[in-house]
């Protein structure tokens, strides 16, 4: 097995792995996004999460935002359709001291879309629990297509950055209290918004149901995640292969929200564990950079 460094670099953390053949000997974790580097650059971000690590004795391979326009340096994306096997013969190193992933695009007049680290989840999943079809929750949800080892096509969804942004910075959050998980809140926010063609006349309402005493103003995130994401599911399956299962690709909290949205509507899912399948693609990554 390969020994090599792994960094997973973001827009506002890094998480950084230590492997000895193929055994993870230290990990590291930093909120030294790429847009909170503190006054440091990048080189200097990376010399600090790696001290003390071999790196110029190992392959050191970087995905995420780290490739991006405002990361380290700004790395290509490959344009889809593309075979995720094109990804350890396409790397750009940065400043001799390690390879950075590309990307993913797409460009047509009905879609224009751009990935960074996903990709990278992808080809460990392809390995792990390969499917035709994948969603990839978080602030920025990606809905993937693919045949065989080719990413056909993908969408974003900003379901999580919405949430975000009319919880705290909307009328809808306005002078709400802390607030609480709640399973019954937010499996009535998914049937609202499973079922609605669009939800913009929903959002107002929201607000005007705890202001009125009927919908608890602790449970208004719960409420609103699942009509966010209810919304989100019913509208990017319309057209899914219902014959084999969508594989969730994401953490354990966030992806039995999806699961359950999914299921609400009759689609059958299955989860992979997101660290899991980031580790497997960057391992074929190094394996292939060190043969």
């Given at each position: 097995?390969?020994?090599?460094?792994?960094?997973?670099?973001?827009?506002?953390?890094?998480?950084?792995?230590?492997?000895?053949?193929?055994?993870?000997?230290?990990?590291?974790?930093?909120?030294?996004?790429?847009?909170?580097?503190?006054?440091?650059?990048?080189?200097?971000?990376?010399?600090?999460?790696?001290?003390?690590?071999?790196?110029?004795?190992?392959?050191?391979?970087?995905?995420?935002?780290?490739?991006?326009?405002?990361?380290?340096?700004?790395?290509?994306?490959?344009?889809?359709?593309?075979?995720?096997?094109?990804?350890?013969?396409?790397?750009?190193?940065?400043?001799?001291?390690?390879?950075?992933?590309?990307?993913?695009?797409?460009?047509?007049?009905?879609n224009y879309n751009v990935m960074r680290g996903e990709e990278t989840q992808l080809l460990g999943a392809l390995a792990l629990q390969p499917s035709p079809q994948y969603v990839m929750p978080g602030t920025h949800a990606k809905w993937v297509q693919v045949e065989g080892h080719q990413v056909?096509?993908?969408?974003?969804?900003?379901?999580?950055?919405?949430?975000?942004?009319?919880?705290?910075?909307?009328?809808?959050?306005?002078?709400?209290?802390?607030?609480?998980?709640?399973?019954?809140?937010?499996?009535?926010?998914?049937?609202?918004?499973?079922?609605?063609?669009?939800?913009?006349?929903?959002?107002?309402?929201?607000?005007?149901?705890?202001?009125?005493?009927?919908?608890?103003?602790?449970?208004?995130?719960?409420?609103?995640?699942?009509?966010?994401?209810?919304?989100?599911?019913?509208?990017?399956?319309?057209?899914?292969?219902?014959?084999?299962?969508?594989?969730?690709?994401?953490?354990?909290?966030?992806?039995?929200?999806?699961?359950?949205?999914?299921?609400?509507?009759?689609?059958?899912?299955?989860?992979?564990?997101?660290?899991?399948?980031?580790?497997?693609?960057?391992?074929?990554?190094?394996?292939?950079?060190?043969?």
């Open positions: 097995m390969t020994s090599y460094i792994a960094i997973d670099w973001g827009s506002t953390n890094l998480r950084a792995w230590h492997y000895q053949q193929g055994n993870c000997v230290d990990e590291r974790r930093s909120e030294a996004g790429v847009t909170r580097l503190g006054g440091r650059t990048p080189a200097e971000v990376f010399a600090s999460v790696t001290d003390g690590w071999p790196v110029n004795d190992v392959p050191v391979v970087m995905a995420g935002m780290v490739g991006s326009n405002a990361g380290w340096l700004s790395v290509p994306y490959l344009s889809c359709p593309v075979s995720l096997d094109q990804l350890s013969s396409r790397l750009t190193r940065v400043d001799e001291k390690a390879w950075i992933v590309p990307g993913l695009s797409v460009e047509r007049a009905d056909i096509d993908f969408r974003t969804v900003m379901t999580g950055e919405l949430h975000h942004l009319l919880l705290k910075q909307s009328l809808i959050g306005a002078g709400l209290p802390e607030q609480e998980e709640s399973p019954a809140a937010f499996r009535e926010g998914l049937t609202v918004g499973s079922h609605d063609a669009s939800i913009l006349s929903r959002l107002f309402e929201v607000r005007a149901s705890h202001v009125l005493g009927a919908r608890d103003r602790r449970h208004i995130s719960d409420f609103l995640s699942g009509l966010l994401i209810g919304h989100e599911v019913a509208l990017m399956t319309q057209h899914a292969d219902r014959s084999q299962p969508i594989i969730i690709i994401a953490g354990n909290a966030l992806a039995q929200r999806y699961q359950q949205a999914l299921q609400f509507i009759g689609v059958d899912s299955v989860t992979l564990e997101g660290d899991r399948a980031f580790q497997h693609g960057i391992r074929s990554i190094a394996d292939d950079l060190a043969n």
